[in-house]
């Protein structure tokens, strides 16, 4: 269990990192016996990518399996789930808490601008931090958006760095909210925002925004396809981002991320 898997690859020799094993049996119900996965499992499945092969069916069964044991994972703010009901009733509320529901149309009063969250704990001295840099700080420039800054990186901390340091001064205008270190804890956090727009530049490649991309904090939710995203397709991530020249191919993309493809 602790050495890694193999599987056969092009040249018919053995390729390491794929489990054996059939892909639906993983999205057996278990009945929630997890209650909160950031602290009891606190692990992703992100080096999946690394070995080469397409595992987006694999992605999709571990993230259902994930939903079975964590019914918690699929939290929806709120203020989101009393929209749903005064526009749908109970029904729309139901299915929006059910995870199979969108948030709806993003809307905003023209007096402020759109509040968008960007939830990371790499944006600072890291390959992740270096790429958003430019991105973030283009956003903030214009009046339409409000910048908030979301991850687990306390002041004066090691990775409260120039990056961090930068971002924070000058890019997040909104705010920066250091979120907990439970998932209860963060789905408070950020639903108080009360965010229009919630970013994920590198969703899968650790616990707390692994997780916390299962829920619906904001009614627009996108992730960024830059990195390899052992992310599973999810009705709370709605497009997937990518900067023109530096994601995949928009059909492989699509292919693989299974939701919509921005370049």
Partial sequence: PH?????????????KGRPPGPVP????????????????????????????????QLSRALGMALLN??????????????????????????????G???????????????RVGVASNY??????????????????????????????ISPGSSK???????LVENVAKGGHTVLPPTLAGCHAAVGALKLDVLLYPDVGMEPTTFYLCFSRLAPLQAKSTRRPARNPTLPSISPSLSRRGTGPSRDL???RVGSKYVD
């Fill in 253 to 255: 993309a699509i292919s």
């Fill in 3 to 15: 050495g890694p898997a193999t599987s056969p690859g092009p040249d018919g020799g053995q390729r």
């Fill in 160 to 166: 409260d760095d120039r990056v961090h340091r930068f």
């Fill in 25 to 56: 049996a993983l999205a057996l119900p278990l009945g929630g016996a997890l209650p909160d996965p950031l602290s009891e499992l606190g692990m992703t499945f992100f080096h999946l990518a690394h070995q080469g092969l397409d595992d987006a």
């Fill in 69 to 98: 044991l964590s019914p918690h994972l699929a939290h929806v703010a709120p203020h989101l789930a009393a929209a749903a009901a005064a526009r749908g009733g109970g029904r729309e509320s139901e299915e929006l808490q059910a």
């Fill in 123 to 152: 944006l600072y001295d890291h390959s992740i931090g270096k790429m958003m840099l430019e991105v973030l700080f283009g956003l903030s420039q214009d009046e339409g958006f409000e910048l908030h800054l979301l991850d687990q």
């Fill in 100 to 114: 199979h529901l969108e948030a709806g149309p993003l809307t905003r009063p023209l007096t402020r601008p759109l």
